[in-house]
């Protein structure tokens, strides 16, 4: 399950706040089982954030939005508003392929910002992070679910209110978005 919350405009530089909001927002979706995040947090070795004996999450936040996904199995979860890629950044993230069939498309900022949450997804799957290197993740769009090369990883991709969200798995699974207000975070609304 996704739950995600829309967050009131913060300022340049309010990324402690997003990553405060994020984490309230995992403590929401754990309800009762919250009271133990503290004792039972740990980290992977290449820094993944974990519960011992689970379950599982995936944390992110972008501008106006974060989002947790917590699953019974390993999963990654991104989200991103539209934006636009610069040529360069499109040449250091993304495959040739890649390239080729986001600028095809009907919509290339939208299939690049769709493109960028699949492979955060996998790299929070993972645990490796962007030291597993995006532009080595080669996806396809076209023709059923996203799919990654290489991998037996399975993923989703939907777009809520503008925001491009992805999530992978190990196993099948149907990816389900709760949306929370942002109130129930019970945190400052205004983070300056």
Not at 8 to 22: D, N, S, Y
Not at 105 to 117: E, I, K, Q, Y
Not at 135 to 140: G, K, N, P, V
Request: hydrophobic share 40%; charged share 20%.
């Amino acid at each position: 399950m996704i739950y995600l919350a829309q967050v009131p405009e913060t300022p340049a530089g309010q990324k402690a706040f997003l990553h405060k909001a994020a984490w309230a927002l995992l403590g929401l979706a754990l309800g009762e089982r919250a009271s133990r995040l503290a004792d039972s947090l740990r980290f992977g070795p290449h820094g993944k954030p974990y519960l011992e004996n689970g379950p599982h999450f995936s944390l992110s936040h972008t501008k106006g939005l974060v989002l947790c996904a917590v699953e019974e199995w390993n999963t990654g979860a991104d989200g991103e508003y539209l934006r636009s890629f610069s040529p360069r950044l499109r040449e250091r993230v993304f495959t040739p392929e890649e390239r080729e069939e986001a600028l095809s498309s009907s919509s290339p900022d939208r299939a690049f910002t769709t493109l960028w949450t699949l492979k955060e997804s996998y790299m929070k799957l993972t645990g490796l992070g962007l030291a597993q290197g995006a532009e080595t993740l080669r996806f396809r769009l076209e023709g059923g679910p996203p799919f990654l090369e290489g991998s037996e990883a399975f993923f989703h991709t939907a777009v809520w209110e503008g925001y491009s969200i992805s999530q992978c798995g190990e196993q099948p699974f149907a990816m389900e978005i709760c949306p929370v207000d942002f109130h129930l975070l019970n945190l400052k609304e205004d983070p300056q």
